[in-house]
C-alpha cells in the first residue's frame, strides 16, 4: 500500500477499484497511486494500473496480454473457452470483430442517424407536458434501450425486459453470471430469438442475421450466438446512457447549459469533455501471457491485469485540472473512454452520434432546462460501471 494512502487511514487503506457504494469518490485515491504506485498489486497476482501512458500502452500489447479473462476475476480453472468479442484474442477476434463492425462502422451509423433523432424527439414529445422528468430513467435509458434494440435485431417491445436482465447481471461484474437468475433468463430469451430467425425463410438485415451468416461460414455451432448477441445489448446501452447523464448532469450543475451553443463544435467538445471525466467503463481486464514491465514493476506470466480508464482519463500528465470538467479543454479527445487498439470500442461511432442528437435536440427544445432544486447526486451501485441513479430535471 502507498505511504499516502496509509497516512488517509483506514477508508483509504480498504480503497476497493470495484467499490459499487453508491458514494464512492476514488479520485483522491487514484491521484496518489498514479504518483506513488502506479503499478498497484491490491490482490495476490492482480494488478491495478492508474497512469494514462501506461493504460494505453497495454491496451495496445495484445502479444504480452489477453483479453481471455476482460470482465473475469475468477480461477482460470472455473473460465470457458472465451464466447464473446470481448474476451477473445487474434485470429478468434479479427474475423468477428469485421463482422460486426459491418453493423457499425461509420456508414450504416450514419444511416441511423433520422431513426434515432425521430426516437429521441418522441420522447421529448412524452417528456414536455408535466415540464420535468428523469433524464436518466425517463429519457437516457429509453433511448439507448430502443436504438441498440434495432440495430441488434431485438423486437423492440421485448428491450426493456432484456434491459432488465442486463442490468441484473452488469450489477454483479466482474463475478460469474452463469447462475444468475436473470442471465439464465435472457440467454433463455436469445437462444429463442436467434432459433426463430433460423427457421426464418426471410431476415432482416441487422446485426443477429449478421451473426447468423457468420457461424454458417464459420462453423460455429447456433448455440453459441445467442452469447454474441447478448454481449451487443449488454455493451450498447447502459455506457452511452451513463456517459450522456454524467455529461447532462456536469452542464447543468456548473450552469453550462445555457451557454452552450447549439453548432457541432461546441457539442463535439462537450462530448469528448464528457467522456474523459466521466468514463463508463471504470475499468477493462487483461491476463498477462508473458512476463512484461509496467509502472517500473514486473506483472508475471498468468497474473491479471486492471486496466483502470477512469483514472487514466484523469491523468495530470496528460489532463490539466483533470478532476475538472472544463469546456474549454483542447484535448479531451485524448481520452481512454473506447479503449484503444483492436479493442477499441465498436459503438463508438454510435455512442458519438447519440450524444450529439441528444444534445442538439435538448439544446433546441428545452433550452431552459435546470436540476431540479435540493438534488444531490447518486451513483449507480454498479461495480465496473460509473453512473447516476436519477437526474431530475425541469424546464
Known amino acids: 500500500m502507498p505511504r499516502a494512502l496509509q497516512d488517509r487511514g483506514a477508508a483509504a487503506e480498504a480503497f476497493d477499484p470495484f467499490d459499487a457504494t453508491p458514494d464512492r469518490d476514488p479520485w483522491a485515491q487514484y491521484a496518489v497511486l498514479r504518483a506513488e504506485e502506479p503499478l498497484w498489486e491490491f490482490a495476490p497476482g492482480v494488478h491495478l494500473v492508474t497512469r494514462h501512458a501506461d493504460v ?53 451509423i450514419r444511416l441511423a442517424a433520422p431513426w ?17 422528468a428523469d433524464l ?3 429519457f437516457g435509458l429509453l433511448l ?17 425486459q432484456v434491459v ?8 454483479v461484474r466482474p463475478g460469474p453470471v452463469d447462475n444468475l437468475p436473470s442471465f439464465v433468463r435472457l440467454f433463455d430469451y436469445l437462444s429463442g ?10 431476415r432482416p438485415d441487422d446485426m443477429i442475421t449478421r451473426l447468423i451468416d457468420w457461424g454458417a461460414a464459420t462453423g460455429t455451432p447456433p448455440e453459441r450466438l445467442p452469447t454474441h448477441v447478448y454481449q451487443l445489448m449488454a455493451a450498447g446501452f447502459p455506457t452511452t446512457a451513463y456517459t450522456l447523464e454524467l455529461l447532462m448532469y456536469e452542464l447543468l450543475r456548473h450552469d453550462l447549459w445555457g451557454g452552450l451553443a447549439g453548432d457541432g463544435a461546441s457539442i463535439e467538445t462537450a462530448r469528448e469533455e464528457g467522456l474523459r471525466h466521466g468514463s463508463a467503463i471504470r475499468a477493462v481486464f487483461r491476463l498477462a501471457v508473458r512476463e512484461l514491465e509496467v509502472g517500473g514493476r514486473t506483472i508475471r506470466a498468468g497474473d491479471r491485469v486492471v486496466l483502470a480508464l477512469e483514472s487514466a482519463n484523469r491523468d495530470e500528465r496528460v489532463f490539466a485540472d483533470p478532476d475538472e470538467f472544463q469546456l474549454t479543454r483542447t484535448n479531451a479527445a485524448s481520452h481512454l473512454a473506447f479503449g484503444a487498439g483492436i479493442h477499441l470500442c465498436l459503438g463508438a461511432p454510435l455512442a458519438r452520434l447519440e ?3 441528444v444534445l442538439g435536440l435538448l439544446l433546441e427544445r428545452l433550452p431552459s432546462l435546470r436540476l431540479t432544486e435540493g438534488f444531490a447526486p447518486q451513483r449507480r451501485a454498479v461495480s465496473i460501471l460509473n453512473g447516476l441513479e436519477h437526474l431530475p430535471v425541469e424546464w
Do not use: Y
Open 56 to 108: 494505453r500502452r497495454c491496451l495496445l500489447d495484445n502479444a504480452a496480454l489477453s483479453n481471455r479473462s476482460n470482465f473475469f476475476l475468477g480461477e482460470l480453472d472455473d473460465f470457458q473457452e472465451p464466447t464473446n468479442i470481448t474476451m477473445m484474442d487474434p485470429p478468434q477476434h479479427t474475423e468477428l470483430r469485421k463482422v460486426e463492425l459491418g453493423g457499425f462502422s461509420r456508414g450504416p
Open 116 to 132: 434515432i433523432r425521430d426516437i429521441a424527439n418522441d420522447l421529448i414529445d412524452d417528456m414536455v407536458p408535466a415540464g420535468r
Open 136 to 138: 436518466s430513467t425517463d
Open 144 to 160: 439507448t434501450t430502443q436504438v441498440i434494440a434495432r440495430l441488434v435485431g431485438v423486437p423492440a417491445a421485448d428491450a426493456p
Open 164 to 171: 432488465s436482465w442486463a442490468h441484473d447481471i452488469t450489477k
Open 193 to 202: 430469438l436467434v432459433a426463430d430467425r433460423l427457421r426464418a425463410t426471410a
Open 355 to 357: 450524444i450529439d442528437t
